[in-house]
């Protein structure tokens, strides 16, 4: 997919197989899914690589054997917003390159569209943007579905970050896309979220429109062993070695979290250091949290103080599952077990703090060193 690489470990786009780590069983998993007509509910915290692996998934797959879009609904607020990125993808892919004739097919279909066609003046790719007469939104949505489902072959289509779909204000959109999904046999979705409570209600409550209606895909961790043999051939290719206790050292640092994986591995990389050592990566890891330092004093003068040493004193801990109990409440100069709940929420909101099976910990693994002073 991608030409001249100029380092192997992205940490923005996705590059191509070879520079994918692991992830086999996942790709296997989805393949099965869609496949078999199983709709898949994708949960995962942020930065632990679920866009990467749908990105993977679909290069995967032969354009002969499937369609398959990728919708990032991230930062959508209404049904507009949705409606209009949907449209988007789908035209970009299905109606290049431009002509008068797919045009017209457009116009004929989707009557409530405005496209216009041009070509990425970077990449060369075409591209498509559309303006959606308002209150149509409902009508262009189920056009887009009966225009996916009428193709010669199957159709893919993954909607990350969904559950931006339970803020809209607007409309209740889960129950207009489950009236539309419901009916389809030729077209197969890949839900990805990362608030997993949010997710948990849209898919496992049973007053929900798309309740039980998808098989659950949580997503984990890199194992250590793949992801040391992946960096040590991209280091050696550079004529860079890394020792296995040194990422055994930044793999446990960084709590195996895979974002935070790549960055470091892509700093290393960078700084083209022949022999990486267990001081390296401390050094480098240093280096990051602090050029992040003052994004995260500003991201603690906006959450009240309380949240502020709520916060720390769970960085200090790196994990917490009985942040009421009186242990934690002594150690930390609590007060009472309310505002610890409360300030909780709040960190849970805001996408500082991150739970798991009832277990805290700081979202931003770099925040939480910086939070700790330990490097």
Same mark, same amino acid.
């Given at each position: 997919?991608?030409?001249?690489i100029k380092n192997p470990f992205s940490i923005t786009a996705y590059l191509g197989s ?57 930062g959508t607020s209404n049904i507009q917003d949705f409606t209009k990125r949907f449209a ?19 116009s004929t279909m989707f009557g409530a569209l405005r496209p216009v066609f041009s070509y ?6 075409? #591209? ?14 189920? #056009? ?24 809209? =204000? ?7 896309? !489950?009236? $539309? ?6 077209? $197969? ?30 997503? =984990? ?15 050696? =290719?550079? !004529? ?7 990422? $055994? ?40 949290? #602090? ?15 309380? #949240? ?63 939070? !700790?002073?330990?490097?």
């Amino acid at each position: 997919m991608a030409t001249n690489i100029k380092n192997p470990f992205s940490i923005t786009a996705y590059l191509g197989s070879d520079y994918f780590c692991d992830r086999v069983e996942e790709v296997n998993f989805l393949l099965k899914s869609m496949k078999n007509a199983s709709n898949v509910t994708l949960i995962s915290p942020r930065k632990m690589g679920k866009t990467g692996l749908i990105r993977h998934f679909f290069n995967s797959i032969d354009t002969v054997d499937a369609n398959c879009f990728y919708i990032d609904i991230y930062g959508t607020s209404n049904i507009q917003d949705f409606t209009k990125r949907f449209a988007e993808e789908v035209l970009t892919k299905k109606i290049t390159p431009f002509t008068q004739r797919a045009w017209k097919s457009v116009s004929t279909m989707f009557g409530a569209l405005r496209p216009v066609f041009s070509y990425d003046g970077i990449t060369g790719m075409p #591209q498509c943007t559309v303006d959606i007469k308002p209150t149509t939104e409902d009508v262009t949505i189920k #056009q887009i579905f009966a225009y996916l489902e009428s193709s010669n072959k199957p159709c893919y289509v993954a909607f990350d970050e969904f559950q931006e779909v339970a803020d809209y =204000k607007d409309c209740k959109m889960e129950a207009i896309l !489950r009236s $539309h999904i419901q009916h389809l046999t030729n077209v $197969h979705f890949i839900f990805a979220g990362s608030k997993k409570h949010i997710m948990s209600q849209i898919f496992l409550s049973a007053n929900r429109p798309f309740y039980q209606s998808t098989t659950p895909l949580h997503l =984990k961790e890199i194992a250590e062993d793949e992801y040391y043999k992946f960096a040590f051939r991209h280091f050696e =290719k550079n !004529r860079q070695t890394i020792t296995e206790e040194a990422f $055994h050292h930044l793999y446990s640092l960084v709590e195996s979290a895979t974002w935070y994986v790549q960055k470091i591995l892509h700093e290393l990389y960078q700084d083209g250091i022949k022999s990486i050592d267990n001081k390296t990566v401390t050094d480098t890891i240093k280096r990051v949290v #602090q050029e992040n330092g003052q994004t995260y004093q500003s991201l603690c003068s906006l959450i009240t103080p309380m #949240q502020v040493n709520v916060l720390k004193a769970i960085a200090i801990e790196r994990t917490v599952s009985e942040p009421n109990s009186k242990e934690f409440l002594s150690t930390y100069s609590f007060e009472n077990g309310s505002s610890v709940r409360y300030a909780i929420e709040s960190l849970l909101d805001k996408e500082l703090l991150y739970e798991k099976d009832g277990v805290y910990s700081v979202y931003d693994k770099f925040m939480g060193m910086w939070l !700790r002073n330990d490097l």
